[in-house]
């Protein structure tokens, strides 16, 4: 009797060993699906000549990309903590506000961008399966961002939005995906971090030499 104790306990934890392999893997390859997207929004943005945005919807699992034909400059003091981009139509009650106490520190803005997701199936909305973006560091945000659509950006000259982004898989596990901005170099770790400060990311060099190497490929 004692045998088949034991051996159901073993199975039993055998299971769940087995089930929170299962989840971590699912997490680590959201993770890279993650890094491979923050690539393919550097490359788009490279070779197309628009400027580009990588789109998390958090609390949930999906991404993509979206460009612009429009001149993008990104301002970290917006007032409306949209990148000196455009938003949609949900957010319009809140702008208003939001724009009504901008008054108070009026100063010259550059004109909004229209970003749109491109056509064509390469372009779809990806969602990741068994993951959730919990978490947004981005330059352009003053505070993380947890909920509604995240954007992290990346521009013509071979540069991106210092950025880092939070995937949770359910089992108290979370894995972060940094971007680093001057090489647009994607960094997967198996714990949760915090984007460095501008200074630590603008003093990588070894960042800005793959980034001259990258632009030097793409004219080629």
Do not use: C, K
Not at 33 to 40: I, K, Q, S, T
Not at 165 to 193: C, K, Q, W, Y
């Amino acid at each position: 009797m004692m045998i088949v104790v034991l051996l159901a306990g073993l199975m039993a934890s055998s299971a769940v060993v087995g089930f929170g392999a299962t989840r971590r893997g699912r997490l680590r390859a959201g993770a890279a699906r993650v890094a491979a997207a923050m690539r393919f929004a550097y490359v788009h943005s490279l070779t197309t000549g628009r400027a580009t945005r990588l789109v998390f919807s958090m609390g949930g699992n999906r991404v993509w990309i979206e460009d612009t034909e429009d001149a993008h400059v990104l301002d970290p003091n917006d007032p409306l903590r949209a990148g000196g981009a455009t938003v949609d139509a949900e957010q319009i009650e809140a702008i208003a506000r939001r724009e009504a106490e901008a008054q108070i520190n009026l100063r010259p803005r550059a004109p909004r961008a229209e970003f749109a997701r491109p056509q064509g199936n390469r372009y779809r909305v990806r969602e990741l399966e068994g993951i959730e973006f919990t978490r947004l560091y981005s330059s352009h945000e003053s505070e993380p961002r947890e909920t509604g659509d995240g954007h992290i950006y990346f521009f013509t000259g071979g540069s991106a939005e210092p950025a880092v982004v939070h995937l949770h898989g359910g089992n108290d596990e979370t894995f972060s995906v940094m971007l680093h901005g001057a090489s647009g170099r994607p960094e997967i770790f198996d714990h949760a971090i915090e984007l460095p400060s501008i200074d630590e990311s603008s003093t990588d060099e070894r960042d800005v030499d793959l980034r001259d190497q990258r632009i030097r490929e793409a004219e080629q």
